[in-house]
C-alpha cells in the first residue's frame, strides 16, 4: 500500500512565499512523475506543475517564475515552492505521484489528502 502525506501550506499575504511537500511511503519501487494540482472553491482541479524522473519540470502558465517544483528521488518526497504570491494562487493543492509498487510491473497514480494555501490581499 502507498500513501503520499502533505504538509505546509498555510495564510500568508500576497508577495509572500510559502512551502508545501508531499512524501510517498510504502511498497515504492520506484516513483515516475510527481505533480502538484489545486482547486480553488467553485472551480475545476488543475495542474499548477509537474516534475518527470531526470528531473525535467513543467509549469502552469500562471505560476512560471514563481514556483518551483523539485524531487528526492532517495526519500520520496516532492516540494513546490512558491513565491510572489497572489490571492487568486488561493486553493487547496493536492500533491500526485505515478507509482510503481514492488510487487507490480506497472505505474499507479495516487493523491495526496490536500492542503489548504490561502493568500490575503
Known amino acids: 500500500q502507498v ?5 505546509g501550506g498555510g495564510l500568508v499575504q500576497a508577495g509572500g512565499s510559502l512551502d508545501v511537500s508531499c512524501a510517498a511511503s510504502g511498497s515504492i519501487l520506484r516513483v515516475n512523475t510527481w505533480g ?6 467553485g472551480q475545476q482541479r488543475e495542474l499548477v506543475a509537474q516534475i518527470f ?4 519540470e513543467n509549469y502552469q502558465d500562471s505560476v512560471k ?5 523539485s524531487r528526492d528521488d532517495v526519500l520520496n518526497i516532492v ?4 513565491n510572489s504570491l497572489k490571492p487568486e494562487d488561493t486553493a487547496v493543492y493536492y500533491c500526485t505521484a505515478d507509482v510503481q509498487a514492488t510487487d507490480s510491473n506497472s505505474y499507479r ?9 490561502t493568500v490575503s490581499s
Open 36 to 41: 502538484w494540482y489545486r482547486q480553488a472553491p
Open 79 to 82: 516540494y513546490l515552492r512558491m
Open 109 to 117: 497514480t495516487y493523491w495526496g489528502q490536500g492542503t489548504q494555501v
Open 3 to 7: 500513501q503520499l502525506v502533505q504538509s
Open 53 to 56: 524522473r531526470g528531473a525535467v
Open 65 to 69: 517564475g514563481r514556483f518551483t517544483i
